[in-house]
């Protein structure tokens, strides 16, 4: 997962431009990754996933880029909106549970 | 219409009470779990129920005590509370078992005095 830390990485960007929120993984096995978003308040709300025979997953303004070579994942954030300010996890899957990273917050300014 | 919900959605306590968090999902999933969110935002899976049968118990105090009475339901109950406790605890749920697309709930946001 993510590198642990006393205060979540902050990522801050400009409304408008695009965001890339970055995950390393441990292990080499992992073959399904998850991205989930947080909102103050609020639970996880799953975004987009990925399996491991593929390296690139678009959704709806978000692309997740897989690199199995150096265990990296990405999520990009198309035009970031206000709305996207948010922390965001990304997750591996271990057999029937799901493993979080750390997180990473998000915060847009006008 | 929430898919997902829980209650209390906070609840403060002193150390060593005993008490209850409820979980209810009308989604007609097969699979619910409990996860616990520390102050740095790190969410750590608990326990989780396969229609009705547990699935997944992590390396939690066995003062805490998960009980699904139905498919619909997964309730945490917690013994003996202790200032450590105090979390976030989100129930969530999904289609079938083992999904990465999991459902959570709004959050109980526990504090123990």
């Known amino acids: 997962g993510e590198s642990v830390g006393l205060h979540l990485p902050t990522l801050s960007v400009q409304e408008g431009d695009n965001s890339i929120i970055n995950c390393a993984y441990s292990?080499?096995?992992?073959?399904?990754f998850i991205w989930y978003k947080q909102e103050s308040g609020k639970g996880p709300q799953f975004i987009i996933d990925i399996r491991s025979n593929m390296d690139k997953r678009q959704g709806q303004r978000v692309t997740v880029l897989l690199n199995k070579t150096v265990k990296h994942l990405s999520l990009q954030i198309a035009a970031t909106q206000p709305g996207d300010s948010a922390v965001y996890f990304c997750?591996?899957?271990?057999?029937?549970?799901?493993?979080f990273g750390t997180g990473t917050r998000l915060q847009v300014f006008p | 219409d929430t898919a997902v919900s829980q209650t209390p959605k906070y609840l403060v306590t002193q150390m060593g009470n005993d008490k209850s968090i409820k979980c209810e999902q009308n989604l007609g999933h097969d699979t619910m779990y409990w996860y616990k969110q520390d102050s740095k935002k790190f969410l750590k899976i608990m326990f989780s129920y396969n229609n009705k049968e547990l699935i997944i118990n992590e390396t939690v105090p066995n003062r805490f005590s998960p009980k699904s009475p139905d498919k619909a339901h997964l309730n945490l109950h917690i013994n003996s509370l202790e200032l450590g406790d105090s979390a976030v605890y989100f129930c969530?749920?999904?289609?079938?078992?083992?999904?990465?697309?999991?459902?959570f709930g709004p959050g109980t946001r526990l504090t123990v005095l």
């Open positions: 997750a591996e899957q271990n057999t029937d549970k799901l493993i």
């Open positions: 292990n080499s096995a992992s073959d399904y």
């Open positions: 969530a749920s999904s289609q079938v078992r083992g999904s990465g697309e999991q459902f």
